[in-house]
Every structure is written in C-alpha cells, then in structure tokens.
C-alpha cells in the first residue's frame, strides 16, 4: 500500500491541495503537493506552500525483523525547513504498524523553534490522515478487515 501510486495520490488529496504529483520508482516514494498557506506564516511564506515528501523503503537487515525501514524527508520549497527521519513498518496492531521518527527543523534566526512547535501539530495531524486514507483504502480492497 505504501507504495502504491493509488494510495499515495488518495493522501495527497485529502489534504485539498491546489496540485499534487505522485511518483513511485521501485522502493522509492515522493509527492509533491501545493497548499494554501497557514495564515500564521504567510507574510514569511507567501500565499502557497509547495510541501515535498520522500521515503526510500529497504528490506529489514536483521533476521529477527521481518519488517521494513526507510528513511524520510519532508522539504517546504523556497523556506529552510525540513524533517528528517525514519519510518518503519512492521507485523503488530491490526495487521500492520507504522512508525515515524524524525527531527523538525526550521532554519530562521530567533523564529525557527517558534516555527517548528507551530509546524508540529499539523505533522501529527497531517499522519492522523495518512492513517483514515489508509483504513478507507484497505476496507475497499480487504472488506473483512
């Protein structure tokens, strides 16, 4: 599913975006999606944001591991603020977890950790979607999950 070009576009418009692009090469995952700007940074950002994410998934290594690892970026065009991190999915919960890890950092003197706490809540939120995209996503395919 994460991989899955479907899934992906499906999570890119439940954010509304004003244009979105979806790309899968191999283990590779990007989207790229534009966004109204939050009014608490549009005097710094402008009237749209360009959000582009990318996960490089790879087979666990360790046998005792049987799931997948990636590492993930986040980049907001033309702003010096970006996630990096790590995602990975493995047997447990309902079928499936998947876990974030990752730092946010905004690179603007005296605001940037101001900026980052405001970003935070959106991030969380913004994975609390990937998730209903996910079990409206499988429920069509799975019906008896």
């Known amino acids: 599913m994460l991989i899955d070009p479907v899934f992906l576009a499906a999570v890119c418009l439940a954010t509304h975006p004003l ?3 979806v790309r ?17 940074i549009a005097k710094l950002a402008g009237p749209k944001l360009a959000i582009t994410d990318q996960i490089i ?6 046998q005792a591991d049987q799931g997948y690892h990636g590492t993930a970026s986040i980049t907001v065009e ?3 603020a970006k996630l990096v991190g ?5 047997s ?18 005296l605001i940037g950790p101001s900026l980052a706490k405001q970003a935070a809540p959106q991030l969380l939120e913004a994975l609390e979607l990937q998730q209903m995209v ?7 395919r799975h019906p008896a999950l």
């Open 57 to 62: 998934w790879a087979a666990a290594t360790d």
């Open 86 to 90: 790590t995602v990975r999915l493995a």
């Open 19 to 21: 244009d979105h692009q």
């Open 24 to 40: 899968v090469e191999g283990l590779t995952t990007s989207s790229r999606r534009v966004l109204k700007t939050p009014s608490a």
């Open 92 to 109: 447990g919960g309902r079928g499936a977890v998947l876990e974030y890890r990752g730092e946010l950092s905004v690179d603007v003197p």
């Open 134 to 140: 996910g079990d409206e996503y499988l429920s069509q």
């Open 78 to 80: 033309g702003l010096p």
